[in-house]
């Protein structure tokens, strides 16, 4: 039998609940930053609170609903061929995918102003850039 301290458990359960709280918070904010977002894009808010219907959106405001299709259509296929075990074809439909994402985030960079250093930021700190561009000086020019 194996005997657990109990302020351990108190430790571990406290630290949980901190993690838990700074996740929901970042939900929050996140939410409230796509919101705004989808505002300034002419769009309703509280489009982005649906899955799946949020990307469908950006997409719309960005670039092409043709890509979000394309994005969902590689995914199922990517999980398909995933489960069948078959890693060439589904590690290529990642990268496709991964690449199509990255485009997608530069025309929603250029869709509000910005250029490729915006880009980069929103590949590698996206809750930072998506903040900026909700609440900065950022304004929809429609899809570049």
Do not use: R
Request: hydrophobic residues 55%; contains cysteine; glycine residues 12%.
């Amino acid at each position: 039998m194996y005997s657990y301290d109990s302020g351990m458990l108190a430790a571990i359960a406290g630290f949980l609940g901190v993690i838990a709280v700074i996740l929901v918070v970042c939900l929050i904010i996140g939410i409230i930053a796509t919101w705004k977002i989808f505002t300034k894009a002419g769009e309703e808010g509280w489009k982005c609170l649906i899955p799946f219907y949020n990307q469908y959106t950006l997409y719309k405001i960005t670039w092409d609903v043709t890509y979000f299709w394309v994005i969902l259509g590689l995914s199922v296929v990517g999980a398909i061929v995933g489960a069948l075990e078959i890693p060439v074809i589904g590690s290529i439909l990642s990268i496709a995918s991964a690449v199509i994402g990255i485009i997608q985030l530069h025309k929603m960079s250029k869709a509000y102003g910005h250029d490729i250093g915006f880009t980069l930021g929103l590949i590698f700190l996206s809750p930072i850039f998506f903040l900026i561009l909700a609440f900065g000086q950022s304004e929809y020019m429609g899809p570049q």
